[in-house]
């Protein structure tokens, strides 16, 4: 109970005095708190969906809050449509995978663009190398090949530089790539606020973030992670009773999780009771009036 007694020690409208406002109740929070245990559709891992939830009639607000966040860290990162572009040639994966290795994916790679005459290492830093007898160019690539390269849209199209020892043109590419998905993932939520990130190119993208996931846990690890003091207040008509949840990579892309994600969410109702002034009482002295 929340007294506004000191807050308006007295009242002047149309230039009359009114008495002072005593224990007048702004805010009341019910007792009302529940837990729901929600998990992902088949179809779709790393999205919630939930329509079913009642919500309390008398609640003027809500306190929403996840309390944990579980998935297994099997994440798809190549697709059979993912492709890269050489010289206005496209070269499509064809197959599938998982949780690559640098190595591995240099390998991959340099069978899937085997008819471009142009083969993958992995230098002493872990990072890739395009080489060829012959100067080339990669016009484009999809997201996921862009990722596991370590090599932002923004820089395409690349140019190979020759090497007058060798006689042999090459692209070193300047970052690691992300061979388990992004360092940090994004649990999105229509209950979440409005965040701003920057693209690789400068602009800003929008999302509604509810929490942040550091992946800092191995592959093929249960992902348990815990929400803490991660809240956020909202009006019930604002959602319209659905409730989402989904997790992205951070570059706000839905994370493709071969398994599904477990989210325990902890609703609080909050009643905003009526703020009534009683102004039956005029303590204007009569030579005022």
């Given amino acids: 109970m929340t007294s506004v007694g000191s807050l308006i020690p007295r009242a002047n ?73 050489i010289y206005n040639t496209y070269y499509y994966a064809k197959v599938e995978r998982k949780n690559q290795f640098p190595q591995g994916w240099a390998a991959l790679l340099s069978d899937i663009i085997l008819n471009g005459n142009v083969i993958v290492t992995v230098n002493d830093l872990g990072l890739l190398v395009f080489s060829s007898p012959n100067p080339f160019r990669i016009d484009e690539m999809s997201y996921n090949i862009a990722l596991l390269c370590g090599i932002y849209p923004d820089e395409l199209p690349i140019i190979s530089t020759v090497d007058y020892v060798t006689q042999r043109h090459y692209y070193y590419c300047k970052r690691y790539g ?82 599904r994600i477990y989210i325990t969410m902890r609703l609080k109702f909050i009643k905003i009771a009526p703020l009534i002034l009683d102004f039956s009482t005029d303590t204007t002295p009569e030579n005022e009036k």
């Fill in 13 to 85: 409208l149309l230039g009359r005095n009114f008495p002072r406002l005593e224990g007048v109740n702004l805010i009341e929070t019910t007792n009302s708190t529940r837990n729901y245990h929600l998990r992902s559709d088949p179809d779709n891992n790393s999205k919630i969906v939930v329509t079913n939830i009642c919500i309390d009639q008398q609640a003027t607000q809500l306190e929403v809050s996840v309390i944990s966040v579980n998935f297994q860290n099997v994440i798809r990162t190549l697709k059979k449509d993912d492709f890269i572009k």
């Fill in 178 to 259: 992300n061979y388990n998905s992004t360092p940090i993932f994004y649990l999105t939520s229509n209950m979440g606020k409005n965040n701003f990130l920057q693209s690789s190119n400068g602009t800003l993208i929008g999302k509604n973030i509810f929490m942040k996931i550091n992946n800092s846990i191995s592959a093929n690890i249960p992902v348990v992670y815990s929400g803490g003091d991660q809240k956020s207040i909202i009006f019930p008509n604002d959602i319209g009773g659905t409730f989402e949840f989904e997790i992205c990579d951070s570059n706000l892309r839905p994370l493709d999780i071969l398994d």
